[in-house]
């Protein structure tokens, strides 16, 4: 059965008053209006969120927010993958619409982040580690940075391109009034910025966030009933990796988005030729690079220079996250795969407004941990 | 105090140990002390936004080892703040690698181990 995506919707990034619960329902109503659904016709909920007891200690966020909605009695649960939980959601609404056991799904990813500290937030972030990893005081910022020095070091790409991504994403966020940054930074701010994980600085990083996204599924049958623009799911994929980083093969190989990503070209009959926008995780500068390359646009050991020739700029042959991406939009962990939903929908439905390019075809990764897990979603517009 | 690295009867070897084997899924039935071999650095940082109990900075290295032919990796905090990618180093073992007290774990520490290897340049 076809999946259609006939409505969307995300909340302002950024430092909120609201908690989780909150914001969760916001982005759930606006995302009900936006696809013109009565509440009651939701059969299915999908909430996806990373730690809300760990961070608020508020939990059963999935029941909560159907019953803040009026989606009852919905099918609901909450949908953890880490940091692709909203993409592992956007796969969960797919398959509930795709099986037939939901003609209507709503998907809200949702995460309350802010009121910690910095330090507190990655521990949280850093539970996901092995035990092995954790008692070294590993954090996903130090994965970053030891992945990037190798690939810097091994294939002699130039420090500036990872700042090149993040002056591109931080440029496309300036016309994002959602986005938690909307400020150009330069290559030499970024370059200059302190260190956090060697070689990698402040500018190489997410932010940590506050934010809700949501997305509205049905059948393409009822979608063509309610609306002239919608977009079709027409490839999905999700894979895992190893737990402990450092088993794996080639530290710049992420297996989850090559494993992912072929499923997902496989399931929409396409490939990387074949694609007009994507969203990638950039959660670190150096992760837009390893996505790149294992989505199958550039080979391995040259996704840097994409960065560096404009290729991945918004005017350039593939724009890669018009929407300001992570480093610029803000990494609400639950609600990061979501938004990366909400941005190709709106680009091909036509409503991106100033960051609009010209897209039938476009490409979202989610990746989760230090690529421990994997979503590759491929949407189409409607014909 | 031993850093243990498992084998499955395939042959494939593990650093930590697993269960079932990573790479095949038969059981690891074998393991490998390696705490008194020298590894070379394949690649490291110097994080200086660590969490609550963690030193800092924390510098971190992923080590290659060979254990009995095979190629063993293992990530570990480094005693010097800075070291150099193919650099020798030998693991030193320390008590408390952070402080269990503090930090997300602090109710239930005994849930994990926290004394481990360090690496130390030769």
Request: with cysteine; proline share 5%; charged share 25%.
């Amino acid at each position: 059965m076809g999946v259609a995506v006939i409505g969307a919707s995300m909340t302002k990034f950024g430092q909120r008053d609201a908690w989780i619960q909150e914001l969760l329902a916001q982005a759930g109503e606006e995302c009900l209006d936006d696809a013109g659904v009565t509440p009651t016709d939701v059969e299915h909920l999908y909430v996806s969120n990373m730690a809300s007891g760990e961070f608020e200690g508020q939990t059963g966020v999935m029941n909560a927010l159907a019953h803040d909605l009026g989606v009852l009695p919905a099918y609901s649960e909450r949908v953890d993958q880490t940091s692709s939980s909203g993409g592992a959601g956007i796969y969960e609404a797919w398959q509930s619409i795709a099986s037939g056991a939901s003609e209507m799904t709503l998907l809200v990813g949702g995460e309350k982040m802010t009121h910690k500290t910095t330090g507190e937030a990655t521990d949280i972030i850093a539970s996901i580690t092995h035990p092995a990893e954790y008692k070294h005081g590993v954090t996903l910022p130090s994965f970053a940075g030891m992945t990037a020095r190798h690939y810097l070091e091994r294939f002699e790409a130039p420090r500036e391109s990872l700042a090149r991504v993040a002056v591109k994403n931080h440029k496309n966020g300036v016309d994002n009034p959602n986005a938690q940054f909307q400020k150009e930074i330069t290559v030499e701010q970024a370059l200059d910025s302190p260190i956090i994980a060697d070689p990698l600085r402040l500018y190489d990083f997410c932010p940590i966030t506050d934010g809700s996204a949501a997305m509205m599924f049905t059948t393409e049958e009822r979608a063509k009933e309610i609306t002239d623009e919608y977009a079709v799911v027409s490839g999905i994929g999700g894979a895992t990796d190893t737990h402990v980083v450092h088993e794996r093969d080639d530290p710049t190989v992420m297996g989850g988005v090559v494993e992912s990503s072929k499923q997902a070209y496989e399931m929409a009959g396409l490939g990387p030729e074949d694609l007009d926008v994507a969203e990638l995780h950039d959660m670190f500068t150096i992760l837009e690079f390893l996505q790149l390359e294992g989505i199958g646009v550039a080979d391995q050991g040259t996704a840097w220079e994409l960065a560096m020739d404009g290729t991945t700029a918004k005017d350039g042959n593939l724009p890669i996250n018009t929407s300001g991406g992570l480093k610029s939009k803000g990494h609400p962990l639950g609600a990061s795969g979501v938004a990366q939903g909400v941005e190709i929908y709106e680009q091909l439905v036509g409503e991106a407004g100033p960051r609009q390019v010209d897209a039938e075809t476009a490409l979202a990764c989610n990746v989760g941990g230090f690529g421990n897990c994997v979503i590759t979603t491929i949407m189409e517009a409607a014909e | 105090m031993t850093l243990e690295a498992g084998k499955c009867p395939n042959g494939h070897v593990s650093y930590p140990t697993h269960p079932r084997c990573p790479e095949c899924g038969e059981p690891q039935e074998e393991t490998f002390d390696f705490s008194d071999q020298r590894g070379e650095v394949v690649t490291w940082t110097k994080s200086t936004a660590t969490p609550p109990g963690v030193r800092q900075p924390n510098t971190l290295a992923i080590v290659e080892f060979d254990v009995d032919g095979d190629v063993v990796r293992a990530l570990g905090q480094v005693t010097t703040e800075e070291i150099e990618t193919g650099a020798e180093v030998e693991p030193v073992y320390v008590e408390e690698l952070r402080d269990p007290d503090v930090g997300l774990k602090r109710e239930n520490p005994e849930s994990q181990e926290w004394g481990g290897y360090r690496w130390d340049p030769v």
